[in-house]
């Protein structure tokens, strides 16, 4: 961990329900609470910005929204809300959601994405928003 990155401070334990993040450098201090505990939760520093990923409770019914993971700013604004690739599959009903999230060797968060016929994870660009390089988890 860089001196950077003493300053951000992230709390949340699996099965919390609240998820909170500071960030010295920055100023800000952020609570956000939900329904249901998120599935990850991942903070990171690019480009000079802290950035927070977090990985809402999936809903694997059919005809819900798969919109479940939020790219936030250091201080609470979404800045994001993300929705797996469209092309992983013709059937909307195939794809779950978002499944788990964490840093990968570069520095930026791989995301995992539920469907019928298998995981498939991809590399997050977060000056688009979009999933990239998706292929098969494990």
Do not use: C
């Amino acid at each position: 961990m860089t001196a950077e990155e003493a300053d951000l401070s992230l709390a949340w334990t699996a099965g919390d329900t609240v998820v909170r993040w500071s960030d010295e450098a920055a100023g800000s201090a952020v609570e956000k609470h939900y329904a249901r505990p998120p599935q990850a939760v991942v903070a990171w520093r690019q480009d000079g910005e802290t950035l927070v990923l977090v990985i809402e409770a999936l809903n694997i019914q059919p005809f819900t929204p798969v919109d479940n993971a939020v790219l936030y700013r250091a201080d609470g604004s979404e800045m994001f809300r993300l929705s797996p690739p469209r092309e992983m599959s013709s059937d909307p009903n195939a794809v779950f959601g978002f499944y788990t999230a964490h840093l990968g060797a570069e520095g930026v968060p791989v995301l995992v994405i539920a469907t019928r016929a298998g995981d498939v994870q991809g590399r997050l660009d977060v000056r688009s928003g979009k999933v990239l390089d998706t292929r098969t988890w494990r």
